[in-house]
Structure formats: C-alpha cells, structure tokens
C-alpha cells in the first residue's frame, strides 16, 4: 500500500540513543510506504534521531524550530512548535521514552483530538502504560506493527489505516 501522506515524527528529548537505529527503521518503513513529505522538530532526543536518519537517506523535511514560534518562555515556544509540527501533517509518529513524557504526551493528545492517526514507539516501557484518551491502543497493523507501533483508536473507529 503507498501513503503519500504527511507524516510528522516527534517524540521525546530523552529518547536514549539505543533507539536511534528503531528511528531509521521506522523511517525507512515509511519511505517504503511512499511516503515523501515529512515534519521534525527542532531538538535532541527523537528529533535529533529522525533529523539525521532522514539526512542519511537523503529525505527532505520541514523543520519546526521553536526560534519561529515566539512564546514568553522557552517552553512555550516549544509547546507552539511542536502543535505546529503535529497539525501540519496526516499522520503522527511518536517515540515515547516514559508513559509520563510531559511534552510528548502532549503531542498525541493534540493528534488524537485532530482525529489523526497516531502511531506510538513505547521505548522502554510496554504499551498497557499508554494513556487511553477517551479510545484504545492496539499493536499497529503493516509495517509499522511489525516494528512494534501501537496505534490509537477512538471508542467508535471507522476503519482502519494501515502505515
């Protein structure tokens, strides 16, 4: 199946760099996919890791830095560039570091509320942590699945979206 689909990849500032290779794979998954349009925020951690496998591949990609998002706090104007970030894609991929990642949990709750397809990386803890947010997780179909993406689904879900 070919998606060509914006695809926004987020994720944790503390995502350890054992996950580094998990990002290019899924990465490369997507590519696969058709995929050819992808958003990276500024940042260390998943950011960082997904920024530099798609330079690997020789992908391009929009980058959301939050020196372009004002706020009165650093902070701030990283919370505005990564709404940015997630609204302007189709599809939300998150590696996740800690079931309580302030930032990143966040992030999919913006998604799910956009009604996207958010597809998660739980690195280091088992998706049963995820919080449910009004739907539920399941292990993602396709390749993504295969990689160990779990996937929201809202209580009512009207089919299937298989990345």
């Known amino acids: 199946m070919s998606i060509t689909s914006s695809v926004s990849l987020l994720g944790s500032r503390a995502l350890g760099s054992q996950y580094a290779g998990l990002v290019r794979q899924v990465i490369a998954a997507l590519h696969v996919a058709g995929v050819s349009s992808f958003n990276v925020p500024c940042g260390r951690g998943a950011a960082a890791f997904a920024r530099s496998a798609l ?35 189709q599809i939300l991929v998150v590696f996740l570091a800690s079931p309580s990642s ?10 799910v509320s956009l009604h996207l397809p958010v597809f998660v990386f739980c690195c280091g803890f088992g998706g049963g942590a995820l919080p449910a947010l009004g739907g539920s997780w399941r292990i993602a179909e ?22």
Request: aromatic share 10%; net charge positive; charged share 10%.
């Open 142 to 163: 396709g390749p993504l699945g295969a990689l160990g993406a779990w996937r929201w689904y809202p209580l009512a879900s009207q089919g299937t979206l298989c990345v």
């Open 102 to 111: 302030v930032g990143s949990l966040s992030e999919i709750r913006l998604g």
């Open 55 to 89: 330079a690997e591949r020789g992908l391009s990609f929009v980058l959301f830095a939050a020196s372009a998002f004002p706020s009165s706090s650093w902070v701030g104007s990283l919370a505005r560039r990564s709404a940015a970030c997630v609204r302007s894609s």
